[in-house]
């Protein structure tokens, strides 16, 4: 049950929050006024444990410098690299079992160095840590019914990580223990988002729902959100064109356009035994994926991968995840669309990035890197310019 989930989750689960308000505006219009600008590569030289191939990474800022955090599943361990020189900072990882093991380590939230959360698949664990490792506390969450947390179909990446408000915590769940390719899985009973309590340690499921339009139909999209401004988390919804923001305060939700230039509607996947058709839809279907904040400039980065032919017609050869080219929208404080730039080279990965003072990094770790190595982690600086 729990591995159909996972699967369906990676392309995508898609929800909405009931009594919306919507937005509606010229977003679908091209706007030139602002613009991603490559503006440089910076590399950090990883050890043979280290995978230049990660999914989870995140950059804070310690003592006014910046730093990448990411997990490093091959060691089960965070490493924490320095912006400034590229080098090593502080790693520590765990053991899978023992009194002090952490099975399949997969995220981590960091607050400062003597208070970071991580957590594991299907969050059956989570702990607080200083950035030695030094174990601070154990949580065991429980419901109003005493039931443990567990994270249903939950996969950890950079779009989708725990994210920390007001001592607490929330990561994106479902609380229906159904098989993702049954319709009734994009019911309004579908909750998606837990809430953590860290003082009480209770969770509760938060009043976010998948769109009524998805009812009925299976659907692709991967679904990525991320803490905006004010309280309020801003979700990307791989099928729907809006972004939905959900103030953590008031409990209300909004509607905001915020439409790409270069897809349009997509359309669900007709229910099929087909593998093969199956396969194909999801390789072919362009869909809205990674939302990401940037607080530095106080904008919003939403993801857009393009539709994609199963066989390239000029070499005839069979096209992969890796060779669809991808967008990225540019969204004000105000979530009005005032640009979108196309990522024109094929050696970017659309699932590793990260915002730092300096501005949104993309992965160089695209499988069709012609310059890709091994035993480097690059990243590409773009820079964002806004016509006045």
Not at 32 to 60: C, H, K, M, V, W
Not at 105 to 122: H, V
Not at 128 to 146: C, E, P, Q, S
Not at 229 to 235: A, E, P, T
């Amino acid at each position: 049950m729990l591995k159909n989930c996972i699967i369906y989750f990676y392309f995508g689960v898609l929800f909405i929050v009931s009594s919306c308000q919507r937005h509606q505006t010229e977003n679908t219009k091209e706007s030139a006024s602002a613009r991603l600008i490559p503006s440089g590569i910076i590399t950090f030289n990883i050890d043979q444990e280290t995978s230049f191939n990660n999914y989870f990474y995140d950059a804070f800022t310690i003592n006014g410098e910046d730093f990448l955090g990411l997990v490093n599943r091959n060691a089960n361990g965070v490493q924490v690299y320095s912006l400034t020189d590229g080098k090593l900072h502080k790693k520590f990882k765990f053991q899978e079992s023992g009194p002090d093991g952490f099975p399949r380590l997969r995220a981590f939230t960091f607050i400062n160095p003597d208070s970071i959360f991580i957590i594991n698949l299907y969050a059956k664990n989570l702990w607080l840590v200083d950035i030695d490792g030094k174990i601070k506390r154990k949580f065991n969450a429980l419901n109003d019914n005493g039931k443990p947390l567990f994270n249903l179909g939950a996969a950890f990446y950079t779009g989708v990580k725990p994210l920390f408000y007001k001592n607490r915590l929330y990561i994106q769940s479902y609380s229906k223990d159904v098989n993702s390719s049954d319709l009734t899985f994009f019911d309004q009973d579908n909750k998606t988002e837990i809430e953590i309590d860290l003082e009480s340690e209770n969770w509760k499921y938060v009043n976010i729902h998948y769109p009524p339009f998805y009812k009925g139909n299976l659907w692709v999209g991967d679904i990525s959100r991320d803490l905006g401004k004010d309280g309020k988390l801003v979700y990307s919804f791989g099928a729907d064109s809006n972004i939905i923001t959900y103030n953590l305060a008031d409990k209300r939700s909004e509607v905001f356009d915020a439409q790409s230039n270069f897809i349009g509607n997509i359309m669900p996947l007709v229910k099929t035994d087909d593998e093969a058709a199956v396969a194909r839809y999801f390789l072919e279907i362009p869909r809205y994926t990674n939302l990401v904040y940037d607080k530095y400039r106080d904008v919003y980065y939403r993801f857009v991968r393009h539709e994609l032919e199963s066989i390239n017609l000029t070499t005839g050869s069979r096209n992969t995840y890796d060779d669809a080219d991808f967008s990225i929208i540019i969204l004000d404080s105000s979530f009005k669309k005032i640009g979108e730039t196309k990522i024109e080279e094929t050696r970017h990965h659309i699932n590793s990035y990260f915002v730092s003072k300096e501005g949104l990094y993309l992965s160089n770790t695209n499988p069709k890197n012609p310059d890709l190595k091994e035993d480097v982690l690059s990243f590409t600086l773009f820079k964002l310019q806004i016509d006045n």
